[in-house]
């Protein structure tokens, strides 16, 4: 029988991960892949691999001879078709499998086609290097944990086209090639043919065009959209990734919170079964960074920090009285006694080396003893009215450890939220299998550059300040907040957004505050700026990683692992083996010169 005429007879009736005790006696038509292969002498056993899971089948010569003879000569890889009946393996049950109470006795085999040995075993536990595997993508796409979490991608993107459809939101496209406007991101360079010597750029986020979408009136907007960005990557980032973006007009934040809240809860229960309990928690920016250091807090450890400025400032230590008095903070990390037991004197003498990527050069600590005295090398040099102001704001009992790091606001704050996390794995406090998420409001608007005051936008130059804050701009721009919102789950960031500005007469003045002249401004975003004089709504929105939210999802450790074909950290595809040159012919036909000499990375 030819592949044709099987298929031509038989249609695929379950996944090789389906069948069940209950489906004992039927007759069945898989299709797969041959996982591994068995011959006891007798029979012939394979385990019969889809993207849905695994079932074993039996050729036994009693059954069919001619479907046994040709079974013999499997190989694993091997594409095949097998029709047969549905059997209890009885006492032999594989609890490993899901289909492990059956097995298929074979009657018809048909080969579709043969397989090469493959570079590596389709299974989940390789030893592998990344890079043989990245080179034969399309059989690493083949083992069964990948399959998963690249399902578990899919079936987040249709839980949510389901959820904004259902809730009056429009699946509009937006253009992938943009105008090219300096500054920001680093972006891909298109040459136009038909205009020599210009160039498109390939859209980053279709901010632009998604806000334009809330002026012609298209008050619900979502796209689940391809981005790009030019940058070093990491594991996770790629230079080609997904958003599912979404805008809203005549919104404030609390209704864009309650309708996103509803599409995250439902993608959980439909997805993982999972019920969240909502509304979400929610957290200001400086109650983040006071507590935990960063703008984006793992929940699921209880560990937090505290600021100890004042008393540090007047202790008699003069190496924190130096920081203080230089404009710097002291935060204070306390590890509770039944924690702070387990940390080794080595364990702490290591965190100096930990903190130095931060920019700091040293971490301090104390352990607690009775009557609130420390125990620590600089102990003798701290007065006793300081270090007992520092226990009562730290909470510290007998037993504690606290941790002492003196710099900078934000290296301060940076260094012991990672130090936080670092104790907080180290000790097994963080709490696996837990989902804590928050939303993170009210940041500063811009980001204010300690050494040359330079003002720059935190978030976009088109999100909208507190409106109680607007009187700020000029007199103190780094006071001024932003109404703009991350989501944040188990210490990443999966969502952010904000209000945008609507007025023309708010957006110069957050324009001038950033430094960006008229004629600036015309160049970059001169479209923008003319539609706004057309009757814009209110409107704002919030863009989601989908690679990321995938990674969460699926439980995995890589962007990598929830794309289909990842570049690597260099940027290539190892499979088809791009970037390549192309053809002088076509660079003329660009107008593009390639310089003899390519410049090195250094």
Not at 103 to 115: G, K, W
Request: net charge negative.
């Amino acid at each position: 029988m030819t592949s044709t005429s099987f298929l031509e007879q038989y249609e695929r009736t379950h996944g090789c991960g389906e069948l069940r005790a209950t489906d004992d006696g039927k007759d069945v038509v898989l299709t797969g892949w041959v996982q591994n292969y068995r011959d006891h002498g007798g029979c012939v056993f394979i385990d019969l691999r889809d993207k849905g899971g695994l079932t074993q089948v039996v050729f036994d010569p009693q059954i069919a001879a001619a479907a046994h003879g040709l079974a013999g000569d499997l190989r694993n890889e091997w594409c095949i078709g097998v029709v047969g009946k549905v059997r209890s393996r009885g006492a032999n049950v594989n609890d490993r499998i899901a289909t492990g109470a059956i097995e298929v006795a074979a009657h018809t085999l048909e080969v579709f086609s043969r397989a090469e040995t493959p570079p590596f075993a389709i299974e989940d536990d390789l030893d592998t290097n990344e890079a043989l595997r990245l080179k034969y993508r399309y059989l690493d796409l083949r083992r069964p944990r990948l399959q998963k979490t690249l399902i578990t991608r899919s079936q987040i993107s249709r839980v949510v086209r389901e959820y904004l459809h259902g809730s009056g939101f429009l699946e509009i496209e937006t253009p992938y090639m943009v105008k090219y406007t300096p500054g920001g991101a680093r972006n891909f360079l298109v040459p136009s043919r038909l205009n020599p010597g210009s160039f498109y750029a390939l859209a980053e986020s279709p901010q632009i065009f998604k806000q334009l979408l809330m002026v012609a009136g298209y008050d619900r907007y979502f796209q689940i959209a391809r981005c790009f960005r030019d940058e070093d990557l990491r594991l996770d980032r790629q230079p080609e990734f997904t958003q599912i973006d979404i805008e809203m007009s005549f919104v404030n934040e609390a209704i864009l919170q309650r309708v996103i809240e509803g599409m995250i809860a439902a993608v959980w229960k439909q997805v993982l079964g999972v019920e969240l309990t909502l509304p979400l928690r929610r957290m200001t920016y400086a109650e983040a960074m006071d507590k935990y250091g960063v703008d984006k807090p793992d929940l699921r450890l209880d560990l937090t920090l505290c600021e100890v400025t004042a008393p540090c400032g007047r202790s008699g230590f003069r190496v924190f009285e130096a920081v203080v008095g230089g404009g710097g903070i002291v935060k204070c990390l306390r590890v509770p006694a039944e924690h702070a037991a387990k940390l080794s004197r080595s364990t702490l003498d290591g965190l100096t080396d930990f903190a130095k990527p931060y920019g700091v050069k040293g971490v301090a600590f104390a352990r607690v003893q009775e009557g609130g005295a420390w125990q620590a090398p600089f102990a003798k040099a701290f007065s006793d009215e300081a270090r007992d102001e520092v226990n009562r704001i730290a909470g510290a009992g007998v037993g504690d450890a606290l941790l002492f790091v003196a710099e900078k606001a934000k290296a301060a704050n940076t260094c012991l939220g990672a130090i936080r996390l670092h104790i907080g794995d180290k000790l097994g406090l963080i709490r696996k299998g837990e989902w804590q998420f928050m939303w993170l409001t009210d940041p500063p608007l811009f980001e204010i550059d300690d050494e040359t005051g330079a003002v720059a936008a935190s978030h976009h130059p088109f999100t909208s300040p507190r409106t109680a804050d607007e009187g700020k701009l000029e007199s103190a721009p780094g006071e001024v907040l932003a109404r703009a919102y991350d989501l944040v789950l188990n210490g990443v960031e999966v969502g952010g957004g904000s209000i945008r500005i609507h007025r023309p007469d708010l957006q110069a003045r957050i324009f001038k505050a950033l430094g960006i002249s008229d004629d600036e401004a015309r160049q970059k975003f001169g479209f923008l700026l003319d539609a706004f004089q057309y009757g814009p709504p209110p409107h704002g929105g919030i863009a989601f990683g989908l690679d990321r939210l995938a990674m969460l999802v699926a439980n995995v450790d890589s962007l990598r692992d929830v794309i289909t074909f990842p570049k690597t950290q260099k940027g290539t595809d190892l499979m088809t083996e791009c970037p390549t040159p192309v053809a002088p012919k076509q660079l003329d036909e660009l107008y593009i010169q390639v310089k003899p000499e390519l410049p090195t990375k250094g």
